[in-house]
């Protein structure tokens, strides 16, 4: 595998400017997310890297070359789309063969024959190599769309939400399975998601992607923890952080030019009851029960906060309860929506 790179890179569409002067070193070895909404300029990225794309402005560099100006076919770069884009007429071991016996390649059908047992066993599959693909379940055509990609043991892999059209157990499944194959094979890949689960289980770092612009590039832990501004803080945590008024909770002494105090949900402490001078007095409107987590919905002057409570607590509607924050736990953002400190 290799490093990968993005410099300065811009990339217009008319009027509409899809990736913004995004900079991102990729390490060797680091599975790399891309997180942010629909029309972040997520996928554009991917394709800037891909070659699919050529930047307006900027370079991309993979494995220490400069190929900003090269095609796809030449970059060495393996891509997995949303869709599974298998050839149905084929057995899975066809289709796992495919990138093997393209014309530059050479590959003898002995060295073709090991590696794609190798990857076959890798994704759990090598017992549906003769089946044709048609016959296979989605979470399986899956595998094979990825099995066409690690084949090839190319430079970088690119992944466009390629769990997406899965359903919930599956996805859950293949994130895992990923994860293990990407740390077996100490491949570089870039994956773009809208999912932060996904975010959150498989990047060694995440690029908070907004309109365009690198908001932010860290361990999913620093991006939770210290997010660099509040549509960061935003992307990541369910349910999200509570974004409210510097007077709505006692917290610690705000910074100067703090506008809006960003707290998690299990940084608020509820307990039965009025504040009688700890906390602030709230409310509870719903109360949502997932097994080992509860989420209960408190009003507090006029403004809806979550707060993250244990299993069997007993509140219910209506209840009175006093709210608190976690010595420390408050983020603080200016009115431009920057962290503070």
């Known amino acids: 595998?290799?490093?990968?790179?993005?410099?300065?890179?811009?990339?217009?569409?008319?009027?509409?400017?899809?990736?913004?002067?995004?900079?991102?070193?990729?390490?060797?070895?680091?599975?790399?997310?891309?997180?942010g909404p629909t029309g972040a300029g997520k996928t554009t990225t991917l394709r800037l890297f891909a070659g699919l794309e050529m930047p307006d402005e900027g370079t991309v560099t993979i494995a220490g070359e400069d190929v900003t100006r090269l095609g796809p076919a030449e970059r060495d770069v393996a891509f997995v789309f949303q869709q599974y884009s298998l050839y149905?007429?084929?057995?899975?071991?066809?289709?796992?063969?495919?990138?093997?016996?393209?014309?530059?390649?050479?590959?003898?059908?002995?060295?073709?024959?090991?590696?794609?047992?190798e990857i076959a066993e890798l994704l759990r599959i090598e017992s549906k190599l003769k089946n044709r693909v048609t016959a296979l379940s989605g979470g399986e055509m899956q595998?094979?769309?990825?099995?066409?990609?690690?084949?090839?043991?190319?430079?970088?892999?690119?992944?466009?939400?390629?769990?997406?059209?899965?359903?919930?157990?599956?996805?859950?499944?293949?994130?895992?399975?990923?994860?293990?194959?990407?740390?077996?094979?100490g491949a570089t890949i870039v994956y773009v998601t809208h999912d932060q689960l996904e975010a959150m289980t498989l990047a060694d770092r995440i690029g908070v992607l907004a309109a365009g612009r690198l908001v932010q590039v860290d361990t999913p832990r620093a991006v939770y923890e210290t997010p660099a501004d509040v549509y960061a803080a935003q992307r990541l945590g369910s349910p999200q952080i509570n974004l409210l008024p510097p007077d709505t909770l006692r917290v610690d002494t705000a910074p100067q030019g703090t506008a809006t105090v960003g707290v998690r949900p299990e940084d608020i402490v509820l307990r039965a009851g009025a504040a009688n001078g700890t906390g602030v007095t709230g409310q509870v409107l719903t109360i949502e029960h997932f097994g080992v987590e509860t989420i209960a919905l408190v009003e507090i002057s006029g403004r809806h906060v979550h707060a993250l409570v244990g299993p069997r607590t007993d509140f219910a509607h209506g209840t009175p309860v006093a709210a608190t924050v976690r010595p420390g736990a408050a983020l603080y953002f200016d009115s431009a929506g920057s962290r503070l400190s």
């Open 1 to 35: 595998m290799s490093t990968a790179s993005l410099r300065a890179a811009t990339k217009r569409f008319g009027d509409t400017t899809a990736v913004d002067a995004v900079t991102l070193d990729v390490k060797d070895g680091e599975f790399v997310v891309l997180l």
């Open 88 to 117: 149905p007429h084929l057995t899975v071991y066809e289709n796992l063969a495919f990138p093997l016996k393209a014309p530059g390649r050479k590959v003898n059908r002995a060295a073709i024959t090991r590696r794609v047992t």
């Open 143 to 185: 595998r094979v769309s990825i099995g066409r990609a690690l084949v090839r043991a190319p430079n970088l892999f690119l992944m466009d939400e390629p769990l997406s059209s899965l359903d919930a157990k599956l996805r859950e499944d293949l994130r895992v399975e990923l994860k293990r194959i990407q740390r077996d094979l």
